[in-house]
Every structure is written in structure tokens, then in C-alpha cells.
């Protein structure tokens, strides 16, 4: 991934990163101002491997811990399932008589969300195709590769895909709609994760072929047990974009933060990407992060 991974983390740098965060709660004036109390206050969903869980053993609940730990905060949560509804009851909701906000970090968003302040990128990937090795799909290496494939073999294939994800408009064009099962990434089910779609019925049989976020994709290809699953990123192409920036959120009023928060992002790129690259994150090339206001 881009030239951040060769930086080596300046030690000087982060020896002064915990003072470096005092001003930046100071400067807002408010005494609930994200910080100021040196609590790093995560909102984070309880059920979403590879990305968070309430055990902490998702990607997302490593990187916070990393940055709490450098800042010498304490780490909180607040657990929200990423459905509709997920800012308003997490980052922009108020505890119970207090003028304190619950949370002050969303752990990953969409490069471009506007629910919240996009801090820099923190990974970028994309969406992938998996499918169980042995089966006769192993030649298969990309879209072209799937269609390539004998009508009568394509025909028989059970694809699973999430509705309204990048992949709709390629299966659309190809004329594989009546053979997708479809998937929700938000249900009203807490208990349901978009990994089951990989874990459970790609792994079992279910499915021939499983169309989802690389990060999904490529940790449960990883962790599946009894199933040789391989997960394959899908690279872009003219009018059909399957890659995506990944950054944090924020509110938009908590510059200072952000700011903080970019700083963490830059200093511990290294640190990041092993982490991602241990949960089989598919990783791709993210492009120089504009600088920040000194």
C-alpha cells in the first residue's frame, strides 16, 4: 500500500503525542469536549467480525485500543448495530441528562460519508468473490473468468450478493440476476452479520459463489474451518467501481479531534496494515492523505 508502507514511526513523534492531544481538547473550551477527560470514546458495532464485536476482537476494536493506548486514554464504547439509525443513536446522541455525547469516533467510514467528518483513510479495498476450492471454480480468478465458464456450468451457479452493493449492476449486465440469492447488510436481526454469507452458506454448500466487502470476504476465507475457501478481490473498471477509502468519522464541530485523529492515522500506518493484513484485509494502494490545518 502506498509509500506509507515503508515510513518508520517517529519515535519523537509519538512521545509527544499524548501531550499533543491535551491543547487540542483544550482549545474547544468545553470540559465534555472529546479528550478532555482522556477518554477515547469509540462508537462500534457488537456483532460485525472482522470489523468490531463487543469481545474486541474485530480490527476496528485492535486500531482504537492502539490509539488509546498511545494517547494514554482510557478506551470506552458504545455498541450500536450499524443499521439505520447508527449516528443519530451513537455519535450525535447525548447521554441521559448531560450535555456529553455518548461517543466521539466512529471506527470506519466510507471515504466521503457525510453523516460525519471524514478523518484521513485509514486502509482501502474492495469488494471480492469467493468461492470453496475442489468445486470447479478454481480457474476462476476474476469476473471475466466467471463468465468465461461453460453456459450450462454458469447456469447451475448459486451466487450470493448483498442488494445494492457495486457487484448489482454486473450481475444485471450479464443477465446472473435469477440466479442471486440476496443479502441484507442491514437487518432488523442484531444477531445476523454480514459474514454469515461467507461462514455459514458459502461454506456449506448453500452458494457457489459469495459477492461481498473484501474485508468480510477475505477474513472468513481465512477462518473457515472444513471449507478451502479462496476470496478474490474484484478490481475496477470503466463506469463499475468496487474499491473504496476507509476513514473514521467525527463530528464535524470537533476539528481539533479530527485532527488528532489524522495524526494517529498517519503515524501508525505501519501498525494498521499488519493489523489489517493478520484479518486477511484485502489491501489496496491508498493515494498521499491531504494535510491537515497545523
Not at 469467493?130 to 447451475?156: E, I, T
Not at 443477465?175 to 437487518?187: A, D, F, H, K, R
Not at 474499491?243 to 498517519?266: C, N, P, S, T, Y
Amino acid at each position: 500500500m502506498r509509500s506509507w508502507r515503508f515510513l518508520a514511526v517517529l519515535a519523537g513523534l509519538l512521545a509527544g503525542l499524548a501531550g499533543w492531544s491535551a491543547p487540542a481538547a483544550a482549545q474547544s473550551g468545553a470540559a465534555d469536549a472529546p479528550g478532555a477527560d482522556k477518554v477515547l470514546r469509540v462508537c462500534q458495532d457488537p456483532n460485525n467480525l472482522p470489523l468490531s464485536n463487543r469481545a474486541g476482537e474485530g480490527f476496528e476494536n485492535r486500531i482504537a485500543a492502539l490509539f488509546a493506548q498511545q494517547l494514554g486514554w482510557k478506551l470506552e464504547h458504545t455498541w450500536f448495530p450499524q443499521r439505520m439509525g447508527f449516528i443519530r443513536n451513537t455519535l450525535r446522541a447525548k447521554e441521559e441528562h448531560s450535555e456529553r455525547f455518548k461517543c466521539d469516533l466512529v471506527t470506519g467510514v466510507a471515504k466521503g460519508f457525510d453523516l460525519a467528518a471524514n478523518t484521513h483513510s485509514y486502509y482501502r479495498s474492495s469488494y471480492a468473490m469467493a468461492y470453496v476450492k475442489g468445486h470447479g471454480l478454481d480457474k476462476v480468478r476474476n469476473l471475466d473468468d466467471l463468465l468465461a465458464l461453460d453456459a450450462g456450468q454458469r447456469k447451475k451457479l448459486r451466487i450470493g450478493a448483498f442488494a445494492g452493493s457495486p457487484v448489482t449492476e454486473w450481475l444485471l449486465q450479464n443477465g446472473l440476476m435469477e440466479q442471486v440469492n440476496w443479502y441484507q447488510s442491514q437487518t432488523g436481526d442484531a444477531e445476523q452479520y454480514p459474514g454469515e454469507i461467507v461462514e455459514k452458506d458459502l461454506a456449506s454448500g448453500k452458494i457457489d459463489v459469495a459477492f461481498a466487502w473484501g474485508p468480510i470476504a477475505g477474513y472468513f476465507a481465512k477462518k473457515a474451518r472444513g471449507a478451502n475457501i479462496v476470496a478474490i478481490p474484484l478490481q475496477s473498471r470503466p463506469g463499475m467501481k468496487f474499491d473504496f477509502e476507509i476513514a473514521m468519522g467525527v463530528r464535524h464541530a470537533d476539528k481539533d479531534f479530527r485532527q488528532l485523529i489524522d495524526r494517529l492515522i498517519d503515524t501508525n500506518q505501519g501498525k494498521i496494515q499488519a493489523i489489517l493484513e493478520e484479518y486477511g484485509v484485502p489491501l489496496a494502494a491508498l493515494p498521499p492523505p491531504k494535510s491537515s490545518p497545523p
